[in-house]
């Protein structure tokens, strides 16, 4: 259909207008929203839904096709609610008497804007709706679960996900993992999941190779921590290294370490984001997505932040089980350093070099260490992830206790040099489940964008089970800002992973005499007969 006809057909149809236009665009319409929730106590639920809906209405999203809001800011456990299953097509805007009344405003506010809004709760279930689960139940009969849920335009529930992996959250989880997508008018189908999932295969990795997903909705309550894993850091990292979007709408609560919102658009980098340094806001963030189909090429924006302050509780990595090793910079130098770091048989080399800076007399600076990990991520009890990562870090002092720390109140350290070259190069054996991704990080909180980078992964062939990555500073580039310049290598449970476990596991994994202890297997076993016969002959 050409565009004139498909306008005059908008201006018969009318309401449907902007639904038929936008399926044949080439990119939609989305809004997230970084949203400080209340903590007014049992009644917050009725203040956050007041201005969840102020937000729906605001000028700032009228172009907008959906809306994400984040993870727990609008309910609590003294006030869950009932969602129906998306297979019964229930509108609770025209149908509420069963549902709280959260979430009968929302389907309304869905329906009187014309939007997709998708929405985390907690949602209560009776267990005799899952006849099929046999595990016991609780003593009040019910299910808690974490829950996104997806209105339409009409307000009907379209969708309903619950979060797999919970961050030591009193949650029940299903009996059996749920892959969530759900279309939209728009043309563009989204996967969905929660928060700490995307440091996991199942949903969200698994959506993009069981289902081939481009579009994925990502409500979040993020606890930054450094280096790796600040919120915008791993969000727009995750969203390079799968080469999808990611609608990504944050929690916004710096005092308690989190914030983070954005639309990152794969290989193209952020369309918008921001990390908070002050209190936290209510803002919906809105852009142009690109479907990826036909995929355009729109200007990215540059972020303008300045660099961290204090009122920002940040979490560290367990630093100290890295193997690490301080790079020597100083004041006023000019300079380059090469090398290999290793832990164990993962090893990583880099190549770094800089130029002078000027700095005032007093001023404060950065440290940086190199340093390398191979084993499962440290963390409280919650699930683990086997990772191997290889990087540069800043620290506030020469000692590792220093590294990952933000620096006191008013305290603004630069680097004692101006980087011109970071180069890191790994090879990673393959797995059965994994992502590599570029990691890095500015002192302002926000990574380095695609254009500021190059990185290459390549399998020299098929039969080697390896991969070589080669992460750099894009030659153009220059940083004296930097905290993070790394390679975060997620290997999941680390099954099936190229040179780990017994030959015979090895082998079910379908790796064929690629390893030097397959083949030596091998040796033997071609030699054997041979010795036998020898010992026999003799
Ligand atoms: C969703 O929101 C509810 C209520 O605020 C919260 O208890 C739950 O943890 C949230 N879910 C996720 C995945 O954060
Ligand atoms: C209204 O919701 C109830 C409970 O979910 C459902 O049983 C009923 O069929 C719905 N009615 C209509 C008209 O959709
Ligand atoms: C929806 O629109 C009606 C009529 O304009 C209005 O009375 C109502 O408050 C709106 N509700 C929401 C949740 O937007
Ligand atoms: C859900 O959680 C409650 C409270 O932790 C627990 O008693 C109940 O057994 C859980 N239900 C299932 C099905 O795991
Ligand atoms: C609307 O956009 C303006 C300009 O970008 C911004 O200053 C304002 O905070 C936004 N309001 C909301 C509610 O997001
Ligand atoms: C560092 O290199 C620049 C040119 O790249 C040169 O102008 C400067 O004098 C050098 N500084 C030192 C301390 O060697």
Redesign the pocket.
């Known amino acids: 259909m050409d565009s004139k006809r498909l306008l005059l057909l908008c201006i018969i149809q009318g309401l449907l207008c902007s639904v038929g236009y936008s399926a044949n665009l080439d990119y939609y319409t989305a809004g997230v929203v970084e949203f400080r929730q209340s903590i007014l106590g049992l009644d917050a639920w009725s203040e956050n839904l007041e201005a969840y809906v102020e937000i729906i209405h605001s000028a700032n999203a009228s172009a907008t096709d959906i809306i994400v809001f984040p993870e727990s800011t609008l309910n609590a456990l003294g006030s869950t609610t009932f969602v129906p299953s998306p297979e019964d097509g229930i509108n609770p805007c025209l149908n509420g008497t069963h549902y709280e009344e959260f979430l009968v405003t929302l389907s309304c506010a869905a329906r009187n804007s014309s939007k997709y809004i998708v929405i985390n709760l907690t949602e209560k279930q009776k267990c005799e709706d899952t006849p099929d689960d046999p595990r016991p139940c609780a003593s009040n009969g019910l299910n808690i679960f974490n829950t996104n849920v997806v209105f339409d335009r009409q307000g009907v529930v379209v969708s309903r996900y619950r979060k797999v992996h919970l961050y030591a959250e009193s949650k029940n989880l299903t009996y059996r993992p749920e892959l969530v997508t759900f279309e939209t008018d728009f043309g563009v189908t989204f996967g969905q999941f929660i928060c700490f999932d995307i440091l996991f295969y199942t949903p969200a990795h698994q959506l993009i190779v069981e289902q081939g997903i481009t579009d994925f909705v990502y409500p979040t309550m993020w606890f930054s921590q450094l280096p790796f894993l600040t919120a915008v850091q791993i969000q727009q990292g995750w969203a390079y290294a799968q080469n999808v979007n990611l609608l990504a709408a944050g929690a916004s609560r710096p005092s308690v370490g989190s914030t983070g919102t954005g639309i990152f658009h794969g290989r193209q980098g952020t369309l918008t984001s921001v990390m908070k340094h002050d209190n936290g806001e209510r803002a919906i963030y809105v852009a142009q997505v690109p479907k990826i189909t036909r995929r355009g090429r729109r200007s990215l924006q540059e972020s303008r932040q300045t660099a961290a302050s204090t009122n920002f509780y940040m979490m560290r990595d367990a630093l100290e089980i890295y193997q690490t090793q301080l790079l020597q910079l100083d004041v ?3 300079g380059s350093s090469s090398g290999q770091i290793c832990q164990g048989s993962f090893c990583c080399n880099y190549e770094v070099a800089w ?2 800076r000027e700095s005032p007399v007093n001023a404060k600076f950065y440290s940086y260490r190199v340093g390398v990990y191979d084993g499962v991520r440290q963390d409280q009890n919650v699930d683990a992830n086997y990772i191997r990562n290889c990087g540069l870090f800043a620290c506030l002092g020469p000692a590792i206790e220093e590294c990952g720390l933000l620096p006191e109140e008013g305290v603004y350290p630069q680097s004692p040099v101006i980087f011109t070259q970071l180069v890191i190069k790994v090879t990673y054996p393959e797995s059965r489940e994994f992502l590599l991704i570029p990691d890095t990080l500015r002192d302002n909180l926000m990574p380095l964008e695609p254009s500021q980078f190059e990185w290459l992964q390549e399998q020299s062939s098929k039969e080697s089970y390896h991969h070589e990555v080669s992460f750099s500073l894009a030659e153009t580039q220059e940083l004296d800002n930097l905290l993070t310049f790394a390679v975060y290598g997620n290997y999941y449970d680390n099954q099936c992973t190229f040179g780990v476990g017994t030959e015979q596991e090895q082998l079910a994994c379908g790796y064929k005499g690629g390893s030097s202890s397959l083949r030596s297997l091998g040796l033997w076993l071609t030699l054997m007969p041979l010795i036998l016969l020898g010992l026999r002959s003799r």
């Open positions: 006023g130098t000019n130029r002078e």
